[in-house]
Nanobody, 121 residues
Framework: QVYLVESGGGLVQAGGSLRLSCAAS????????MGWFRQAPGKEREFVAG????????YYADSVKGRFTISRDNTKNTVALQMNSLKPEDTAVYYC??????????????WGQGTQVTVSS
């Protein structure tokens, strides 16, 4: 079992930056791939970024590539999402998730409660 708690969301102007953090509890954190997803009102939850269990491999949705960076620290049981050059269309609730490698929601077994990110134009 892995418990996930996100933090770092907030309101930011377009072009600004935010850093989301996800703290995990559970001794098996380092065995899971980790991902960030987001869900805007009226839309389905979508993949944003993911990292392998070691952090050695990362992958991104095309919409955030070059602007967002995912990282993890297995010694601290944390995963972060650095978001730069934010756009209004990045506005959503952002979720941290633990599971298997991949971009599909179904690949992830454990989810945090989400943190709101709002980007004003």
């Amino acid at each position: 079992q892995v418990y996930l708690v996100e933090s770092g969301g907030g309101l930011v102007q377009a072009g600004g930056s935010l850093r989301l953090s996800c703290a995990a509890s559970g001794r098996t954190f380092s065995t899971y791939a980790m991902g960030w997803f987001r869900q805007a009102p009226g839309k389905e939850r979508e993949f944003v970024a993911g990292t392998s269990w070691s952090g050695g491999s990362t992958y991104y949705a095309d919409s955030v590539k070059g602007r967002f960076t995912i990282s993890r620290d297995n010694t601290k049981n944390t995963v972060a999402l650095q978001m730069n050059s934010l756009k209004p269309e990045d506005t959503a609730v952002y979720y941290c998730a633990a599971g298997r490698w991949g971009m599909a929601v179904r690949n992830y077994d454990y989810w945090g409660q989400g943190t709101q990110v709002t980007v004003s134009s």
